[in-house]
């Protein structure tokens, strides 16, 4: 038979709005189209490139390709998001409170805003350069 405190805590569980569970396929999805872009990142830049790596020269040659760049950019948006909400996965798991894990969420989409906005400003003054 369970305690009124854990039916109301379930009840409160079932009721609240749950962001989890979508996270959840957002990291899933985002880790699946990490495996193809990873996997054409390496290829592009290690497998086809003579010498196995591209020089600072070739890589804004690389680089100034739209389609390049937008694969890139979404490398770096897809990668940083899967990494954290992987962190928040864990965070979750050590049962913090509520009020810690409003902290850790703006935290982490803090982070991730930063993160991302220097991999595009890293991406267009790339791009520039080359172009």
Do not use: K
């Not at 609240?16 to 830049?45: E, N, Y």
């Amino acid at each position: 038979m369970q305690s009124t405190m854990s039916r109301r805590t379930l009840e409160e569980m079932a009721t609240r709005r749950d962001r989890s569970g979508s996270l959840w396929l957002v990291q899933a999805f985002s880790g699946l189209f990490l495996v193809f872009i990873l996997g054409a990142h390496m290829i592009a830049h290690h497998f086809i490139v003579e010498g196995g790596l591209r020089n600072y020269q070739q890589v804004l040659e690389y680089v100034a390709n739209p389609v390049v760049f937008v694969i890139e950019v979404l490398f770096v948006i897809l990668g940083v998001v899967h990494a954290l909400l992987g962190v928040r996965a864990i965070i979750i798991d050590l049962r913090p409170s509520a009020g810690t894990l409003r902290l850790v969420n703006w935290g982490l989409v803090f982070f991730g805003a930063v993160a991302i906005g220097y991999g595009l400003w890293l991406a267009v003054a790339l791009q520039r350069l080359a172009g």
